[in-house]
């Protein structure tokens, strides 16, 4: 198997030291095996996404000595999510739905619904084991805005897969998404990439690392 690992951060802020712990864990995972680290900046959130925040990204993971082989822009690969979009809809493996969202009532959208065939899914977690979920609670689930405006769970399904991205190395708040993410890929016809969820880094209280317990930013650290 010719491994192939990725760090996917949201120009949507400072490089975070938990974002910069995972793509440690990511780098040295291929490296380790011959294989290859992808950067994949997931810049779909038109409103928060700037280019100041990538390049601060950028420039973070190349002070930590992190050189990346490949490096992707997803908001560069809209055409390609429509498509499968499009091919989601034509196959009545999902379908358009006008709604109510983001609590503005009175404004309706058509948004994308995934067929949810409510099966049981169990993934083998590197870190965890065999981890089962339910998927029939989760219901119909949205997976575009629009036909043109993908959320977070199918781009990255679309992205990892284009990629041949082997193995997802994330962190544990991500479990949860996972059984939404399988289920594009059967929908799909996508191949399941071997998943391995890290422990957070939590503050010396055991909650999540925030400004108030010290620097958070790597950008902090560099100065």
């Known amino acids: ?11 949507t802020g400072w490089l975070h030291i938990g974002t910069a712990r995972t793509a440690l864990f990511n780098y040295l995972f291929a490296k380790h ?34 050189s990346h082989d490949e490096f992707v822009r997803q908001s560069e690969r809209l055409p390609r999510h429509q498509e499968l979009l499009e091919k989601l809809v034509t196959e009545e493996k999902a379908y358009l739905s006008k709604e109510e969202i983001n609590n503005e009532p009175g404004k309706k959208v058509q948004v994308v619904r995934l067929k949810n065939p409510g099966t049981r899914i169990t993934f083998a977690d590197l870190v965890r084991g065999d981890i089962t979920f339910d998927t ?10 629009a036909i043109d405006d993908p959320l977070y769970h199918f781009a990255v399904v679309v992205d990892d897969a284009d990629m041949a991205i082997t ?18 890929q059967e929908a799909l016809g996508a191949p399941r990439p071997q998943y391995a969820h890290l422990p957070l880094i939590l ?5 999540e690392l925030t400004k108030r317990h010290g620097a958070t930013s790597i950008t902090d650290y560099r100065a």
Do not use: C
């Open 1 to 11: 198997m010719n491994v192939k690992t990725r760090i996917a951060p949201s120009p």
């Open 33 to 66: 095996h011959g294989g290859t680290f992808a950067i994949r900046s997931e810049d779909t959130d038109r409103a928060r996404s700037l280019p100041e925040y990538e390049e601060n990204i950028l420039a973070g993971f190349a002070w930590l000595g992190l």
């Open 136 to 145: 029939a609670e989760l219901g119909d689930f949205v997976i575009a805005r």
């Open 167 to 184: 193995h997802v190395i994330r962190g544990e708040d991500h479990i949860s998404n996972t059984p939404r993410q399988i289920l594009i």
């Open 203 to 207: 503050a010396p209280d055991g909650t």
